[in-house]
């Protein structure tokens, strides 16, 4: 009987060892793609330094290795850049190419160029000859990780995704599109420092637009001697700068790109009848519904106007 079990075992053992032998080895998973695909938006910009992901064995240390290796070697293929608010295309573009993302006239060619209309935004924006850049105001300002050597529409797009979810639809006004909004936004930007003077500004445009003044404001003057004369001349001028000669209303596009608090002043002017203001000499805000009323403060105040609207 023991002389039975004794031939019978090993024959077992054999039988164990070959089952486990075959069985098959299950299959390792793929590491997900470094772009989101459930973005059509995305998907359409392609960008020359992310690849697909490879799937990486568990059981080798040494692959591991190496794909540790590699994301280093991406990371420090980029760059975190940050716009801040109000700054003009010409100076996102110049930036980027400081830091070696892409050429400025690259950049400006690919948002004057590139059909980016399958982002909302850009879509409702309406075509016209008077607009100088098409895609000004929607460079959202904020920190950006940017890829070195970039493809310069991959850069617009990362911008215009941001705008889709800062801008969107959350900023209003009766009567006014998302454009114009945004495009009294960017004047607001370049006259006021804080959010309350912001809103205070804002009142003075809206008022001087609904009375249908002209709207008056420096800092369309100053979009036009530093960023369109120098590379158009005069072409644009008519449509940008608000001053004397012109018609009354809103530039024929941003002056700048906008930042959050901006856009809100723009949606929600204070409840004043403000017609003027002027920045005195001691950097504080005065307002009137006359320039005489506006004056007369600043007087009481012991200061001149540094700038006036």
Known sequence: MK??????????????????SSAPKSASSSLPSSENSSSSAASKETSSSVSSAASLPSSSAAASGKASS??????????????PEGFALPQVAAR???????????????????????????????????????????LYPETYEFYLGMKP????????????????????YSGMTTDQLVTLASVIEREADDPDDMKKVSSVFHNRL????????????????????????????????TYPNRSPGLPAGPICNPGANALYAAAHPANTNYLYF??????????????????????????TPLYAD
């Open 278 to 303: 002027a920045t005195g000499t001691d950097h504080n805000y005065y307002y009137g519904a006359t320039q005489k009323d506006r004056d007369a403060l600043m007087a009481s105040a012991g200061v």
């Open 210 to 241: 609904k009375a249908g003044m002209i709207l008056q404001a420096d800092s369309t003057r100053d979009y036009c001697n530093k960023y369109l004369v120098p590379q158009f001349g005069s072409k644009f001028n008519q449509y940008y700068n």
């Open 153 to 172: 529409q991959d850069a617009v797009g990362k911008f215009l995704r941001n705008a889709e979810s800062r801008i969107g639809t959350r900023y209003s």
């Open 70 to 83: 590699s994301q280093a070697l991406e990371k420090a293929k980029t760059v975190n850049i940050t716009m």
């Open 96 to 138: 980027l190419e400081a830091h070696g993302v892409c050429s400025s006239a690259d950049f400006i060619k690919a948002s004057q160029t590139y059909d980016f209309s399958y982002y909302p935004l850009v879509a409702k924006i309406k075509s016209s000859s008077h607009r100088c850049y098409r895609l000004e105001g929607y």
């Open 3 to 20: 002389k039975e079990i004794c031939l019978i075992l090993p024959a077992v053992l054999l039988s164990l060892l070959f089952a486990c």
